[in-house]
């Protein structure tokens, strides 16, 4: 089996906090420059020359946008690797040196304002995917923090829910930890996830963070540290980890013939896609008494060379698929590259991610906690919302974002409506019996244990046996409409469009269409504004419009969402009848669209092939 051992860095022991480090170039002078806090607007006096003055402007300008766009909603992502058509690399290794300082800076304070007193000894786990440019960003991170001065402990290969959990489990029990990945992104990507004590940050911290890494960035605008003074502690803390995740499964099982074997009999297939995941299968399953032959991509390997690792993949689920089948499996598991997302295959070779997987996790979660309400993004289909009440369970819609739809159930809890699962279709999801964290290895750690009882049971249909009566949508579309304008006013402008969308309906300009809503979960207008006395803020806009008609009633749903990733509007349409999301498609160009002038700000050509194919 493949070694989970990382190769080490090496760091030289000079110390680069006392040396003003390589000068950059001054093309002028300057004796007073401003550089307000997330400001667009640079000031200068008393320079030689004006000509000078107003390029240099723009160009710290530039570079300051530049950081803030690596901000992708709670997390930071950017290109760190030439190679990706159309895209330049500006997740440099000076950038991500700059957010980590900003970042520990960010949890000193937090600290000291909780204790109210100066902290010492801030302690910051780093962890990373395989992806090649994770030893070079890794530096620049640590370096970063030290800069800030926290105390680095490296994790070296991990997975995002390990990060998280370092800030918990004893003897570790770090003050907060940075995850480096792009999760399923092409091996040119990668990125940073923040966590602290309390969970993942929040787009508006994440906001702050990077907006004070871009005034750092652009006061020094220089290269990242090589050397530190104090290198990193090297620490192996995914063996605690999947110790803790293998009592879980022991003591939930409580097997009556083999207590420390639960697993013992069963064949599991584990897909790791090449990512973070391998160890569920050696460090796990295997010690636990299963038969994992036939896993696989289990080795790390950045480049990603088999498929894309993304339980939404299709080949991804296809060769998992096929495994089961030709080993007669009980189980097949894909992992994201970082491991926060999950799918599985039944022993009937029968995939399930997306709505699926949801209503999997529903089914045992209401078997645990009758009538609780699951919180899911607003793309989940009509038929989950029937599988879910059928069950006694409530089904909360929210805004798309695995960050939106985890705080979702968290602040639900808080105002004493109990809510114990929060998932995502992309795979994301959170239990409340795990500190609210969305661990793909979590969720398939619950579907072994529920496996596991129903064979002790007598059952030998399967966990896709749970999930038998729920219908899926006749038909389902996902569009695309690119926003017309320059990066850094395209939010904007993707704003007006959405708002501009909510207002036609509310209008009645759009006839059979209105703004859903859950109502028991005070969430209204779309299921995007909370009704209730704090709402949570908006990182991005989106509605979805439930579509009915005289003769059925209603058949359909539009959802459309602003992209946090890219300039663009995503088009989700679902439908239970024939020809359904074609009409809805045909409705949203000819009565919204066109009749707006919205066509002039957004590129419909994907509406427009759609809504006029046969």
Known sequence: MASTTTPSISLQSNSFLSSPGPKCPKPFQVTGLK?????????????????????????????????????????????????????????????????????????????????????????????????VSGP??????????????????????????????????????????????????????????????NGGLTSPEVEEICGEAARKYANRLTKVSTVLRNPPTRVDFMSAYAKHLRDIIKERVNH????????????????????????????????????????????????????????????????????????NADLGVVFDTDVDRSGVVDNKGNPINGDKLIALMSAIVLKEHPGTTIVTDARTSMALTKFITDRGGNHCLYRVGYRNVIDKGVHLNEDGIETHLMMETSGHGALKENFFLDDGAYMVVKIIIQMVRMKLEGSDEGIGSLIKDLEEPLESIELRMNIISEPRYAKAKGSEAIEEFRKYIEEGRLQGWELDSCG???????????????????????????????????????????????????????????????????SLRDKFLLASGMDKVLDISQIEKYAESS
């Open 256 to 327: 009556p013939l083999h207590y420390e074997t639960p697993l013992k009999g069963f064949q599991i297939i584990v897909n790791a896609g090449n990512g973070s995941g391998g160890f569920f299968t050696w460090d796990v399953l295997d010690k636990l008494g299963a038969d994992t032959f036939g896993s696989l991509h289990l080795n790390p390997d950045g480049m990603f060379p088999n498929h894309i690792p993304n339980p939404e993949d299709k080949t991804a689920m296809a060769l998992t698929r096929a495994a089961v089948l030709e080993n």
């Open 520 to 586: 028991d979960c005070w969430v209204s207008e779309g299921c995007l504004v909370d009704s209730n006395e704090s709402p949570a803020a908006i990182d991005a806009r989106m509605y979805r419009a439930k579509v009915t008609d005289e003769e059925h009633g209603q058949y359909g749903w539009i959802h459309l969402r602003q992209s946090i990733h890219n300039p663009n509007i995503a088009v989700n349409v679902q439908s239970m009848v024939p020809g359904g999301c074609r009409s809805i498609t045909k």
């Open 35 to 131: 550089l307000p806090f997330l400001s667009h607007s640079i000031k200068f006096t008393h320079v030689k020359s004006s000509v000078t003055d107003k390029y240099n402007e723009v160009v710290v300008d530039e570079e300051m946008d530049r950081i803030r766009r690596l901000q992708n909603g709670s997390d930071v992502r950017g290109v760190a690797l030439e190679g990706e058509k159309g895209r330049t690399v500006d997740l440099t290794p000076s950038a991500v040196e700059a957010i980590a300082e900003s970042f520990g800076e960010w949890v000193i304070r937090s600290l000291e304002n909780e204790r109210g007193r100066p902290v010492e000894d801030v302690k910051v786990s780093l962890g990373k995917d395989p992806r």
């Open 136 to 197: 070079s960003l890794s530096v620049a991170v640590s370096a970063g923090l030290a800069r800030a001065g926290c105390m680095v402990f490296d994790m070296g290969l991990a997975t995002t829910p390990a990060c998280f959990m370092s800030t918990l489990l004893p003897p570790f029990a770090y003050d907060a930890s940075i995850m480096m990945t792009a999760s399923h992104l092409p091996y040119t990507r990668n990125g940073l996830k923040f966590f602290t004590k």
